[in-house]
């Protein structure tokens, strides 16, 4: 008889035990179902907001907007480099013209020292002297006129770069003015108190009181020359009698 006890009170030992993993093991499914709704309402949020940030960010007017700015900043970059361009190539040709003149006059002095040996000696190599003279003067004048040309084209390039900047500044300017005022003009007004000066105060004052006189009642104002007249009684008897 005491094995079959020992039996029974092992069985239930198992049982219990089976009923505690069996909770334990539910309560970890139902803690980790728990924690997969959370992940994933989490997940969904976060992927909501991220989709709302990159629709506001694809708007194609703010997209539109900022593509302008920064054009204008660059167009703006632009035509600064443009100008600074054009200014280093008139003072690099107006060097270059400067220094073909200086030998231009240089080999027109020669020609005439040379012209001026040929006279007094009247030798052929005094006369192949003159023929380079003159042959350098030629090429030192072609040099000069062809770097006037080039200088002529360069300070009309400046003055475009120069127009073309100074537009672009007044467009910019006028585009500030305009945000700046439209800006302004977008802002709730405030309504100002009105102030009362001492003369519509004194105003408001008087007119109670002379809406009280006009509104009273007036009293008998018929004259006393209009008022009938009591006449005696005798008066009245007499004129009966003689009727």
Known sequence: MVPKKRATKSVGKKASKKAVTKRLTSKKNLARKVKKKTSKKSLSKTVKQAVRKKVAKRSPIVEYEQTIVRANNQLE??????VAQCEKAVTKLQAQLDRAMAKQT?????KAAAMQRMAEQG??????QVVR???ALRRANEASR???AELKTAKLALSAANAAQKKFMALQKQRERFERDWSK??????????RRTRKAAVAEAESPAAEDSTTAAPKDETPESEQPVEQPMELIEGSDSQG
């Open 106 to 110: 240089l080999q027109r002095d020669k």
């Open 185 to 194: 003009a977008a802002q709730p007004k405030r309504r100002r108190p009105r």
């Open 146 to 148: 062809a770097i006037r």
């Open 123 to 128: 030798t052929a190599a005094a006369k192949n």
């Open 133 to 135: 003279s003159r042959d």
């Open 77 to 82: 970059k632009a035509h600064a480099k443009a």
